[in-house]
């Protein structure tokens, strides 16, 4: 079993910048993928950042390469997503997630979430 609590979101302007953080206890190792997801009203969910624990590389989805950065800090077990240069349509509900198949990720469909943090980017 593995539990994720995110935390970190709230409202800024467009340009600015927010850390979001996933707390991660439990059943882990280095071989679980972890993976930011977020999802807006009326959208799609969406993969924005996608790692394995222990790695440096992390997958980004085209609408924040270069903005966004996934870090994690193993000895605290704490993932984090670095967001800068904030957009409106960067605008949704933030989840953290994790897998031990990466195929998961892929499908949108990993087996551990978070409870979620709202993310809102307004003039």
């Known amino acids: 079993q593995v539990k994720l609590v995110e935390s970190g979101g709230g409202s800024v302007q467009p340009g600015g910048s927010l850390t979001l953080s996933c707390a991660v206890s439990g059943n882990t190792d280095s071989s679980i993928f972890m993976a930011w997801f977020r999802q807006a009203p009326g959208k799609e969910r969406e993969a924005v950042a996608s790692?394995?624990?222990?790695?440096?590389?992390?997958s980004y989805a085209d609408s924040v390469k270069g903005r966004f950065t996934f870090s994690q800090d193993n000895a605290k077990n704490i993932v984090y997503l670095q967001m800068n240069n904030l957009k409106p349509e960067d605008t949704a509900m933030y989840y953290c997630?994790?897998?031990?198949?990466?195929?998961?990720?892929?499908?949108?469909?990993?087996?551990?979430w978070g409870q979620g943090t709202q993310v809102t980017v307004s003039s």
């Open positions: 790692t394995y624990t222990g790695s440096s590389r992390a």
């Open positions: 997630a994790a897998d031990y198949e990466y195929s998961k990720i892929l499908l949108k469909q990993p087996e551990y």
